[in-house]
């Protein structure tokens, strides 16, 4: 017994010594504001299971846990961040990645805004690729027209959805992306829309159309969980909507909240080891993606034409990639919702198979909140003119950093490239080549920033429900207790050395086109069903390419462009300057064009299809 705590005070002792030499050393300054490609991926071992419950629990000792965090910190270069902020003096702490207010920009939008009706948005033909594969979901145009012709009626199709959610919630390999379904509320809600069509008054051009809302953003009738096993019973059933949602709402939209998601938004595959893990429509043995696993999965599978999702570091756009569907991160404040675990870097976004399905829900989300967002108020009027415009692509610059184009899995690479050829030189548009430099400083920096808000987020909870957490996530929260009020301002000073950098940029340039993940999904593997995985190279392969749109607020869109050879989808990113989502889903409607959807091979549901059976054989009673 003596000797083995002898044993453990010399690991305390030799632990203490390495942070106080680490301490006591310079800064790497492994950092270029050459533009030379520099971003390196992080670097631990992948730890599941019995190894990952160990490590999370050691990681909570006193002296040997903070020494541990200490010496992975600073392996994989967080501290430089100081450092480089410390170089970069002239550049204030930038707290909200806002850009300054720009006169004519803002009469710019507001003549086009002037011009958009959202009713014509609405009415718009459907793009469908013509490729003899492709395949096409249900798009909100078609639930409407169903309505219209008086095929089905939204109560038709809310009892088709609840039955189709528990489809997929069955088998030995469930989906699992709808942790809550508020069946009552749903099929409220159709009965109004019912009813307003029987009476010839729609209210608007998603009245009756089925939208999923992900766990952590407030939907009346729902409990806001944040995916974990114990905020829905400390927090009660939201009486409110978010102001998307209510802006959804208000067209009519039939909503449904509680979309799993990855706890509380802190991780990049989707796995929920205290939900259960989301699976992958197009392969049940592979991840999602995250945050946002449940409004992907859900939409790919064909339960919504719509969901709704967040993007702290990517949330939208990985999930969406790796499930063949596009996704739209709008810029800061954009779409105003107050976030209360990431607050400078959350968005919320539309995710659906169908890019107008995205222009349309952008369109009804986005503009300013005067009353609880003031860094909303500085944005120009939203509007979504020249969508489907493709005759005057040559117009656009679209900028490519080649190394960081090509730091992905070569069949990712080859079919980006692919897209650039044939979607964007094949209409002459203008292909340039750009540099960004201090890519590894800013998405440490970005790193440092989410960590820090999350860990505060949490913070309230911390002794009383830490340990309900996953081990996923203890992990990560641990990491973030060692971030100081000095490296976080120091982020900050990086965020506004990077947001003049990707100005200076965007003079030269439109937009920015990247792969959307260096890989495609992931397989789950099975020591890591019950605690998730702590694996760096998965991490820094899906967040290889989002995190600067998070951290400088900048919209980004993913695209579905194809499959790899384990027929899993690649995604391919357009991000452009603050306020150009207009552009982004212009071009996402070109990439639609040449691009053709294929069905999911492991679970796809016929939502629309079942009411049309249901409404013949079982008709819903006359209101």
Same mark, same amino acid.
């Given at each position: 017994m003596?000797?083995?705590?002898?044993?453990?005070?010399?690991?305390? =002792? /030799?632990? %203490?010594?390495a942070?106080?030499? $680490?301490? @006591?050393?310079?800064?790497?300054?492994?950092?270029?504001l +050459?533009?030379?490609?520099n971003?390196?991926?992080?670097d631990?071992?992948?730890?599941?299971g019995?190894?990952?419950?160990?490590?999370?629990n050691?990681?909570?000792?006193?002296?040997?846990?903070?020494?541990?965090?200490?010496?992975?910190?600073?392996?994989?270069?967080?501290?430089?961040?100081?450092?480089?902020?410390?170089?970069l003096?002239?550049?204030?702490?930038?707290?909200?990645p806002?850009?300054?207010?720009?006169?004519?920009?803002?009469?710019?939008?507001?003549? =086009? /805004?002037? %011009?958009?009706?959202?009713?014509? $948005?609405? @009415?718009?033909?459907?793009?469908?690729?013509?490729?003899? +594969?492709?395949?096409?979901?249900?798009?909100?145009?078609?639930?409407?027209?169903?309505?219209?012709?008086?095929?089905?009626?939204?109560?038709?199709?809310?009892?088709?959805?609840?039955?189709?959610?528990?489809?997929?919630?069955?088998?030995?390999?469930?989906?699992?992306a709808?942790?809550?379904?508020?069946?009552?509320?749903?099929?409220?809600?159709?009965?109004?829309?019912?009813?307003?069509?029987?009476?010839?008054?729609?209210?608007?051009?998603?009245?009756?159309v089925?939208?999923?809302?992900?766990?952590?953003?407030?939907?009346?009738?729902?409990?806001?969980?944040?995916?974990?096993?114990?905020?829905?019973?400390?927090w009660?059933?939201?009486?409110?909507?978010?102001l998307?949602?209510?802006?959804?709402?208000?067209?009519?939209?039939?909503?449904?909240?509680?979309?799993?998601?990855?706890?509380?938004?802190?991780?990049?595959?989707?796995?929920n080891?205290?939900?259960?893990?989301?699976?992958?429509?197009?392969?049940?043995?592979f991840?999602?993606g995250?945050?946002?696993?449940?409004?992907?999965?859900?939409?790919?599978?064909?339960?919504?034409?719509?969901?709704?999702g967040?993007?702290?570091?990517?949330?939208?756009r990985?999930?969406?990639?790796?499930?063949?569907?596009?996704?739209?991160?709008?810029?800061?404040?954009?779409?105003?919702?107050?976030?209360?675990?990431?607050w400078?870097?959350?968005?919320v976004?539309p995710?659906?198979?169908?890019?107008?399905?995205v222009?349309?829900?952008?369109?009804?989300?986005a503009?300013a909140?005067?009353?609880?967002?003031?860094e909303?108020?500085i944005?120009?009027?939203?509007?979504?003119?020249?969508?489907?415009?493709?005759?005057?692509?040559?117009?656009?610059?679209?900028?490519?950093?080649?190394?960081?184009?090509?730091?992905?899995?070569?069949?990712?690479?080859s079919?980006?490239?692919?897209?650039?050829?044939?979607?964007?030189?094949g209409?002459?548009?203008?292909?340039?080549?750009?540099?960004?430099?201090?890519?590894?400083i800013?998405s440490?920096?970005?790193?440092?920033?989410?960590?820090?808000e999350?860990?505060?987020?949490?913070?309230?909870?911390?002794?009383?429900?830490?340990?309900?957490?996953?081990?996923?996530?203890?992990?990560?929260?641990?990491?973030?207790a060692?971030?100081?009020?000095?490296?976080y301002?120091?982020?900050?000073?990086?965020r506004?050395?990077?947001?003049?950098?990707?100005?200076?940029i965007?003079?030269?340039v439109?937009?920015?086109?990247?792969?959307?993940?260096?890989?495609?999904?992931?397989?789950?593997?099975?020591?890591?069903?019950?605690t998730?995985?702590?694996?760096?190279?998965?991490?820094?392969?899906?967040?290889?390419?989002?995190?600067?749109g998070?951290?400088?607020?900048?919209p980004?869109l993913?695209?579905?462009?194809?499959?790899?050879?384990?027929?899993?989808?690649?995604?391919?990113q357009v991000?452009?300057?603050?306020?150009?989502?207009?552009?982004?889903?212009r071009?996402?409607?070109?990439?639609?064009?040449?691009h053709a959807?294929?069905?999911?091979?492991?679970?796809?549901?016929?939502?629309?299809?079942?009411?049309r059976?249901?409404?013949?054989e079982?008709?819903?009673?006359?209101?």
């Amino acid at each position: 017994m003596a000797l083995k705590g002898w044993l453990i005070g010399l690991v305390v =002792l /030799a632990l %203490a010594a390495a942070v106080a030499f $680490l301490s @006591a050393s310079q800064f790497d300054d492994d950092f270029s504001l +050459d533009g030379s490609y520099n971003l390196t991926p992080l670097d631990a071992p992948r730890m599941a299971g019995l190894s990952l419950t160990i490590f999370a629990n050691v990681l909570r000792v006193p002296v040997i846990g903070p020494a541990i965090v200490t010496l992975l910190m600073r392996k994989n270069k967080f501290a430089e961040v100081r450092s480089a902020a410390a170089k970069l003096k002239k550049h204030a702490p930038l707290f909200y990645p806002v850009p300054l207010y720009d006169h004519h920009l803002y009469e710019e939008h507001d003549q =086009l /805004a002037q %011009a958009f009706h959202i009713t014509d $948005l609405g @009415a718009e033909p459907v793009m469908r690729a013509t490729a003899a +594969d492709s395949f096409a979901h249900w798009t909100s145009q078609d639930y409407i027209q169903a309505y219209r012709r008086g095929d089905v009626t939204p109560t038709d199709v809310a009892r088709a959805l609840i039955a189709a959610v528990a489809t997929t919630n069955a088998g030995a390999k469930p989906l699992n992306a709808i942790s809550e379904l508020n069946e009552r509320d749903l099929l409220e809600q159709a009965a109004a829309s019912t009813e307003r069509y029987q009476n010839g008054h729609p209210i608007g051009p998603l009245d009756g159309v089925p939208v999923g809302v992900k766990e952590e953003i407030p939907v009346r009738g729902y409990r806001t969980g944040y995916g974990t096993s114990f905020l829905r019973t400390v927090w009660p059933v939201a009486t409110e909507d978010a102001l998307p949602v209510a802006l959804l709402r208000k067209q009519g939209a039939l909503l449904v909240g509680g979309l799993n998601m990855h706890e509380i938004g802190l991780g990049v595959t989707g796995h929920n080891a205290r939900r259960g893990v989301t699976r992958n429509p197009h392969g049940l043995d592979f991840h999602t993606g995250g945050s946002s696993s449940g409004s992907a999965a859900a939409a790919a599978a064909g339960l919504f034409p719509i969901t709704i999702g967040a993007d702290g570091g990517g949330s939208i756009r990985n999930p969406s990639s790796l499930n063949g569907i596009f996704g739209l991160k709008a810029s800061f404040a954009r779409i105003p919702s107050r976030a209360n675990q990431a607050w400078s870097v959350t968005h919320v976004g539309p995710m659906s198979p169908n890019i107008k399905d995205v222009a349309l829900a952008y369109a009804v989300m986005a503009g300013a909140d005067h009353e609880e967002m003031r860094e909303s108020t500085i944005q120009p009027p939203p509007h979504v003119m020249g969508f489907s415009d493709m005759e005057s692509l040559r117009e656009i610059r679209i900028g490519v950093f080649k190394p960081y184009f090509e730091d992905a899995s070569p069949e990712v690479v080859s079919a980006c490239r692919s897209t650039l050829k044939k979607t964007f030189e094949g209409r002459g548009v203008q292909i340039v080549e750009i540099d960004i430099p201090m890519l590894n400083i800013i998405s440490r920096a970005h790193g440092l920033t989410i960590l820090s808000e999350m860990a505060t987020f949490m913070e309230r909870f911390d002794r009383k429900y830490f340990s309900e957490l996953g081990e996923e996530t203890r992990v990560s929260l641990s990491l973030a207790a060692s971030i100081t009020a000095r490296d976080y301002i120091a982020a900050q000073e990086i965020r506004s050395y990077a947001m003049s950098v990707l100005k200076d940029i965007f003079k030269k340039v439109d937009v920015i086109v990247t792969p959307s993940t260096a890989i495609t999904a992931p397989r789950i593997q099975d020591d890591a069903l019950l605690t998730g995985d702590v694996n760096t190279t998965v991490l820094s392969s899906l967040m290889r390419y989002v995190f600067l749109g998070n951290f400088l607020g900048l919209p980004a869109l993913s695209c579905p462009i194809g499959k790899d050879s384990n027929n899993l989808p690649i995604g391919f990113q357009v991000m452009g300057d603050h306020w150009s989502e207009h552009l982004l889903l212009r071009l996402g409607h070109a990439i639609s064009a040449d691009h053709a959807l294929t069905k999911p091979a492991g679970i796809f549901v016929d939502v629309l299809g079942s009411a049309r059976t249901l409404a013949k054989e079982n008709p819903a009673p006359t209101q």
